[in-house]
């Protein structure tokens, strides 16, 4: 019986993925999902309670990967002594946006999901959440170089955020076109160095 149940799981939620890439979270239909996957409605609601529940037992997973490493890599980061951040600025990011192109590349349709056809769900604003958590910690380490004696121009959150939103816009946009890992790679590497040679000279630092 549990053999049969994991099968119908998987079939509701192959049907699922395929139906949220096509038509987005608000476009899909429960009823064209429940048809695909042959099974009932009643079935249905078996395993889960909403479209959304659906939505969200296909993307968490990822969600919570990719945010985990994030988070990871800036509070490893934070967690240094205050005299080595600026030796190790940008390594443990350039290590964590290695791992994410990767693990994204690996695991395409459902993070597609995530980043691209969410709208209308709690995780429409994965993005956005990722780059309020860059400022927050770019605007600590910027009062760390303060404190180090760093004679930094004044860069407010404004700023801090459009800059970080275009970089992880264009970091995500490089891996849901559905490049090949290699070329991703790439792209990101190049991508990390513009961002990063613009850093330093807003700061002062190159």
């Known amino acids: ?18 139906e949220f890439a096509e038509k987005g979270f608000l476009g899909a239909s429960l009823r064209q999902i429940v048809k695909q996957a042959g099974v009932t409605t009643g079935a249905f609601y078996g395993y889960f309670s909403s479209k959304e ?16 490493r994030f988070m990871e890599a800036q509070t490893t980061f934070a967690e240094m002594p205050e005299k080595e951040q600026p030796e190790h ?3 443990e990011s350039s290590q ?33 959440n990722m780059v309020e958590v860059e400022v927050e910690y770019t605007l600590q380490y910027l009062e760390v170089l303060h404190r ?3 004679e930094c121009p004044h860069l407010d ?9 275009g970089m992880f816009n ?8 559905d490049m090949p890992k290699e070329q991703a790679m790439r792209y990101v590497d190049q991508l990390r160095d513009f961002y990063t040679a613009g850093w330093l000279k807003l700061i002062g630092q190159s």
């Open 53 to 68: 529940a659906l939505f969200a037992s296909i993307v968490e997973p990822h969600a919570a990967a990719l945010m985990g």
């Open 170 to 177: 264009g970091i995500f946009e490089i891996v849901v076109h």
């Open 89 to 91: 600025m940008g390594l």
């Open 157 to 165: 959150a404004q700023l801090c955020h459009i800059i970080a939103s």
């Open 96 to 128: 964590c946006v290695h791992w994410m192109v990767d693990y994204i590349c690996d695991h395409r349709e459902p993070v597609k999901l995530l980043l691209c056809k969410a709208e209308g769900t709690s995780y429409e604003h994965f993005v956005h």
């Open 148 to 150: 180090l004696g760093h």
């Open 1 to 18: 019986m549990e053999e049969k149940s994991t099968a119908t799981l998987e079939k509701i939620q192959w049907a699922a993925m395929e």
